[in-house]
């Protein structure tokens, strides 16, 4: 007398490539991968997406947990990957229906434990590329070789006629049923749409947050290079100003030499004024020739240095250029974020959580405390020394040895109800500042 296996519950890998799953094997297959007593080739030198998967003897899925995990040259698995992998599914998020009611699903987006996020990975639930539809089709399919529970065939209805008010009662039952797997579907559907929402939103942030990352290195590196052309700029300008100062000296010093060569022609006219004449056309030549000599070499040097500085303008208009791209780029990014329904929330003191539209981000950015300051209607300058009030809230006036008061006052919460120079203080202070405002 044989006995019959009961069927239960199988846990196996799945491994995804190009969108499709590539290959399956029990869970007891991947824990030899992972002891290394059996290599992947095919994987070798990859990242590969995978897929943990809780099948029922129906070959309905339960719970599925996406991860990631390494492969060397050899293709060998990472020896330092440890995931656990059944937990995670089990404490998953609920997920949609894929035929045998809600499973529960773990992914970066939906990670019960948090430090194993970035070793998930969200599946894609585009239409026509739905990752979980792909893994319940593979279950189906049944390629584990999974020993399946075989489903009871329904029996016939028997041709026996029914009493009206039997026939009314089984047809409100019948649309009961209907109305609660109607129900049942649209809370799956819904289920199904917040995760997908969920995982193209924890996309779009990471690509944003790379792109941002990615503008605030570029925009520092050109603003570095920009201060090193201002200060390059500067030295050729003070080189230019040396240089007309040298320049001055020289003519100084003709001048100088050509008064005292003056002189010596006018003590040597008593020798004859033949002599002085000819010395004279000399000294003047020769004159001539070094100031025009020392004129051309100053043209150069000017010439040279006004083409550098045009060189450094165009540099730093094509830096601007650049930056402006980068922040433009910024922008789209936002814009795509935006149109995916994602809203921007920012936290500080005065107006609590605020929420900035896209056409305000780059004038947030720009001055985020300039934008606060106009949510409160107040000035920034107001804004300013109502949160110095609001984080220290103690009497700011000045005692006459120079010291702070520091007696402790009541907060203001509201930047529009502060009186700067006065809320600030405590009531004796106050008293001093009324009347020498009354007094003014």
Known sequence: ????????????????RA???????????????????????????????????????????????FFLIDFDETGRADTGWNIPLRHLAEQGAPGPDLGGGAIRIACRSRCPVAWHQMHLWDPSLKPGRNELLL???????????????????????????????VAKSMAKRLARTMDLQHRHKTAQL???????????????????????LEAEQREKALLEQFETQQQVLARQEQL?????????????????????????????????????ELLRDQFELEMQARIAAVVAEQQQRLAALQAELEAHREREVRQQAEVERLRQNQLRGIERLAGLGVMFVVYHP????LT??????????????????????????????????????????????????AMPIDRIDTPSRFVRGESSCCARHQAKVRAARAAG
């Not at 100062?245 to 022609?265: G, H, I, K, P, T």
Request: glycine fraction near 4%.
């Open 1 to 16: 007398m044989s006995l019959q296996a009961k069927p239960q519950q199988v846990e196996a890998v799945m491994f995804f």
């Open 19 to 65: 969108g499709a799953i590539c290959k399956e094997m029990h869970l007891a297959e991947f824990e030899a991968v992972l002891d290394g007593v059996v290599s992947l080739v095919d994987f070798a030198d990859q990242q590969i997406p995978a897929a943990y998967v809780l099948i029922t003897p129906r070959l309905h899925i339960r719970a599925v947990a």
């Open 135 to 165: 893994l319940r089709d593979a279950a189906r399919r049944n390629n584990l070789g999974i020993l399946a529970d075989e489903e009871l065939p329904a029996k016939s209805e028997t041709g026996n006629r029914v009493a009206p008010e």
């Open 190 to 212: 819904i289920r199904q749409q917040r995760l997908r929402l969920q995982s193209l939103t924890q996309q779009y942030e990471e690509q944003f947050a790379r792109l941002r």
């Open 240 to 276: 230019n100003v040396d240089l007309k100062v040298q320049q001055q000296s020289q003519a100084d010093q003709f001048q100088q030499a050509r008064e005292d060569f003056v002189q010596q022609l006018r003590s040597a006219e008593r020798d004859g004024r033949s002599e002085t």
């Open 350 to 353: 005065g107006t609590g959580h």
């Open 356 to 405: 900035i539209p896209l056409a305000e981000i780059g004038r947030y950015q720009d001055d985020p405390e300039a934008f606060v300051a106009a949510k409160c209607l107040v000035s920034p300058e107001h804004y300013r020394d109502w949160l110095a009030h609001y984080q220290q809230p103690t009497c700011s006036a000045r005692l006459p040895s120079g010291e702070r008061c």
